[in-house]
């Protein structure tokens, strides 16, 4: 009988009859005697089932080369584009050496790291690191994915492997660990290479993994900062390169990539009125920000959630 009751809510969860499920729901938890609470039940429906199709809305166009906007609770996908197809990441490779490191240092993210001549010489995005400088590792993974600095990575990289060569080979492990068997890291910065590509499916899978991180999650969400190294003496004003945040109030990061090969990238995250948090992935778009504000606003109204009961 209670897998009756459910049966019957799942197909009417199915056939967009949203409107009678939260009833539903009432009477199939009589039926369970409250095991546990409505609303986590609804939770886990929507992990079960993901969102449905609305279908008054019309189909998504983008004119980006690769896209993908997934649901992160289900890992439903809700658009794709060209998703399996192997290209360029820029800078979203930062995703995944904030993985490495947070894997390194983990609760000890007030680890002091000193910046090699190394990642003055580094061209591209910088948070304007002085040689020889002292900072936290927090300090300098803030200045990786807020700025997106490029001395920021390369610091990282000789601190904790030797060189970006050898830190690049524990980004693959740890792509191959994700399952990310698609994608393949040349450095950890994100520059342009033959060896050094993803597709946005894989960069979808990898953004769900990352915001899972409640560190990682915090400092992506954040507009503006300035940091200080260990001895107070040095300030870096750190800007977020993601202009989603602050301009789309439902925005919650992530993060952002442009080069000549690669052209412009987004990954970005959002949270719907329900609680429900949507991820998406663009690659190569003529306007990042345009495109994905309207990616996202489209995903919002073209899917339904079912919304915990009061």
């Known amino acids: 009988m209670q897998a009756l009751s459910l049966l019957l809510v799942i197909a009417q969860f199915f056939t967009g ?27 886990n429906l929507n992990v079960l089932i993901g969102p449905i199709r609305n279908t008054s809305q019309p189909d998504l166009t983008l004119k980006a080369k690769a896209a993908i906007i997934l649901d992160q609770e289900s890992n439903r996908i ?11 990441m820029a800078s979203i490779t930062k995703i995944m050496t904030a ?9 000890k993210l007030d680890t002091v790291i000193t910046v090699p001549i190394e990642a003055i010489k580094v061209t591209g995005s910088k948070m304007d690191l ?20 490029n001395d920021a990575a390369i ?13 690049a080979v524990m980004m693959n ?7 990310l068997y698609h994608t ?3 450095d950890p910065i994100g520059f342009d290479s033959p060896d050094h590509y993803s597709t ?3 960069l979808a899978e990898l953004t769900r993994t990352a915001v899972n991180n409640p560190t990682f999650a915090q400092i992506v969400a954040t507009k503006k900062i300035i940091v200080t190294n260990t001895s107070g003496k040095f300030k870096h004003l750190l800007d977020n390169t993601n202009k989603l945040l602050g301009q789309y109030d439902n925005v919650i990061g992530v993060k952002t990539g442009t080069t000549d090969n690669a052209g412009e990238s987004l990954v970005a995250s959002v949270i719907g009125d329900s609680g429900q948090k949507v991820i998406m992935v663009l690659l190569d778009s003529p306007d990042r920000f345009l495109e994905g504000k309207e990616a996202l606003d489209w995903a919002l109204k073209a899917y339904s959630w079912v919304e915990p009961l009061q």
């Open 184 to 186: 393949h890291f040349a």
């Open 130 to 149: 002085y040689a020889n400088e002292k900072l936290t590792a927090m300090n300098l993974l803030k200045g990786l994915l807020i700025n997106s600095a």
């Open 200 to 202: 946005a499916f894989d």
């Open 173 to 179: 492990v740890k792509a191959t660990s994700l399952g």
């Open 155 to 167: 610091t990282f990289a000789y601190n904790i492997a030797g060189s970006p060569e050898k830190f």
């Open 17 to 43: 009859a949203l409107d009678t499920v939260q009833s539903q729901l009432l009477g199939v938890f009589n039926i369970f005697d409250h095991q546990y609470s409505i609303d986590q039940f609804v939770r």
């Open 99 to 107: 993985l490495v490191v947070l894997d390194k240092y983990g609760d």
């Open 78 to 88: 809700l658009f794709s584009k060209n998703a399996s197809e192997q290209l360029p």
